[in-house]
């Protein structure tokens, strides 16, 4: 069995480079050779309590050395790494146990109760481990051999979309590495490169992108464990970040310090974002510092970045996400599995290296969304004629008006383009006329007639996508944890829109 695996790249890193900083967090530095010790010293304290090849372990808590720390652990111990969402109430939490079934939790102190009291009603409920006993106190216990299988799970990410109950997303080294490599060949920058991590380890971006891939590409990891934009920046100018990736709103935020004018970016070379609509206004906000960013497409399933668009493509084309990738085939398919002329809006496919293997013993599912070997992803793209991928929403984000599809993001993209607006979301709102029909709930900086929001829409959408109800908010919109914003929140807080908001004239064909 040839030996490709996510340890084997650490250890050979490891051996190449000992003495070099491979995590930063705070005041706390790690060299290769004191990762790979205290990497050790977490997976003994794993077999000691029971943890064997195979069996699940789940890690809870924020961005930290400790995580990350135990996080190894587990996969050096042969366990399945679990990350847990720090901000799960401890009813979400047991619902996570019940589907994973962890052997061990390792969670840090500020999580602890929570992580305990998730058990109630656990069938098999895990074994409570320190995060900081794990990696401050020396123990000895036989390791197992580490995995040489390529195929062999890695870790299961859980998630629910927006859809409910939690289901787990399983990879596997030979997809994670192969994601990596494909990277690399894109973006040779990202060989050895230092990483700002400001993502939860919970999730795909900050474990999988900001975490592992530097590790396994020899690079070094700078962990940001609490958003903020004027302590972010003056890392990346102190730390020499070479590398980083965000939803929208953390650049947003960046670029409206005073301070950003007189900060010297000029060490990032590869910078993704995504997550919500990008503006041509940030994009050059960015560009005249020397920064590009690159409009990355991706979810959890897919290692959360599919397409890598070069720099001068988000410049010419901000609304569009690339091509996909050198190795990852991105296609446009009609709800019978013909792919979609140019111009043709249908169901994003994916097929390439970094595609996960599917979801944890659920085959049906995973039969439904990998068959064939594409990953169907129910968001909504179209192509352009040079190819170039526009996404416009999800399957599930669709408002349905007078038989006509209006995608959530391409009303929202038009939105965000008055400089005024700082957050916009769309929703569907019930509609006598029309059955549904869009709503804008919007943040602004300074007042914006209603009217001067509809016209703007009207001169760049077709008329029946215009909004038929623009709501302004004083606070800001609802956002997950991951800082994307939540809608599920925000149909239910505006649920009777209809009843209580003045509806903007009757759709005109």
């Known amino acids: ?78 366990a399945l790494l679990c990350p847990l969402n720090e901000r799960h109430k401890a009813v979400e939490l047991g619902e996570v146990y019940q589907k994973l079934t962890p052997r061990a939790v390792v969670t840090a102190a500020a999580n602890r109760e929570t992580a305990e009291a998730a058990c109630t009603g656990v069938g098999e409920p895990p074994r409570i481990l320190d995060a900081w006993t794990m990696y401050t106190t020396d123990l000895d216990a036989p390791l197992p051999a580490p995995s040489t299988d390529p195929t062999d799970a890695v870790c299961i990410i859980p998630t629910s ?115 919500n609509p990008v503006t041509l206004s940030l994009i050059e906000a960015w560009s005249a510092k020397g920064v590009g960013l690159r409009q990355a497409y991706g979810l ?60 944890w013993q659920d085959d049906a599912l995973t039969e439904q969304t990998f068959a064939g070997g594409w990953l169907r992803t129910g968001d909504v793209g179209v192509k352009d004629d040079e190819g170039a991928i526009r996404v416009v929403g999800r399957t599930k984000d669709v408002i349905i008006s007078g038989g006509m599809n209006i995608y959530a993001a391409e009303l929202e993209r038009a939105v965000l383009e008055l400089p005024a607006v700082l957050e916009a979301a769309v929703i569907g709102v019930s509609d006598d006329e029309f059955g549904e029909t869009p709503a804008v709930l919007l943040r602004t900086a300074s007042e914006v007639p209603t009217g001067e929001i509809v016209e703007h829409c009207r001169n760049r959408l077709s008329n029946y996508k215009v909004p038929r109800y623009v709501v302004f908010r004083d606070s800001p919109l609802p956002r997950t944890s991951s800082m994307k914003i939540d809608k599920r929140i925000l149909r239910a807080e505006y649920a009777d829109l209809s009843e209580h908001h003045d509806r903007i004239g009757r759709t005109v064909s």
């Not at 650490?10 to 060299?31: F, M």
């Open 1 to 78: 069995m040839r030996d490709t695996t996510i340890l084997r790249a650490v250890q050979a890193w490891t051996v190449r480079q000992p003495d070099a900083p491979a995590l930063i967090c705070h005041d706390l530095s790690l060299t290769w050779s004191e990762l790979s010790v205290a990497m050790d010293r977490a997976a003994a304290h794993l077999v000691s309590s029971g943890v064997r090849p195979g069996d699940r372990v789940g890690v809870l808590g924020g961005l930290s050395v400790e995580w990350a720390i135990a996080a190894l652990g587990a996969i050096r111990a042969g």
């Open 161 to 275: 979309g927006s859809t409910g109950l939690p289901k787990g997303v399983v990879y596997t080294h030979e997809s994670l590495l192969g994601a990596f490599f494909e990277w690399s060949l894109q973006a040779p920058e990202l060989m050895g490169a230092r990483t700002l991590n400001l993502s939860s380890m919970s999730f795909a971006a900050g474990l999988l992108n900001g975490f592992l891939a530097p590790l396994v590409l020899g690079g070094s990891i700078v962990m940001l464990p609490k958003w903020d934009p004027q302590v972010a920046m003056s890392l990346i100018a102190s730390e020499g970040v070479a590398t980083m990736a965000g939803t929208t709103i953390f650049f947003e935020q960046m670029a409206a310090l005073p301070s950003f004018e007189s900060t010297d970016l000029s060490s990032l070379k590869v910078v993704f974002i995504g997550g």
């Open 300 to 359: 959890t399933e897919s290692l959360s970045m599919v397409t890598f668009p070069t720099v001068e493509l988000s410049v010419r084309k901000p609304e569009s996400v690339g091509f996909g990738g050198i190795l990852t085939a991105v296609e446009i398919m009609d709800l019978d599995g013909t792919r979609c002329t140019t111009g043709t809006p249908g169901e994003i496919w994916v097929s390439g290296p970094g595609v996960a293997r599917g979801y």
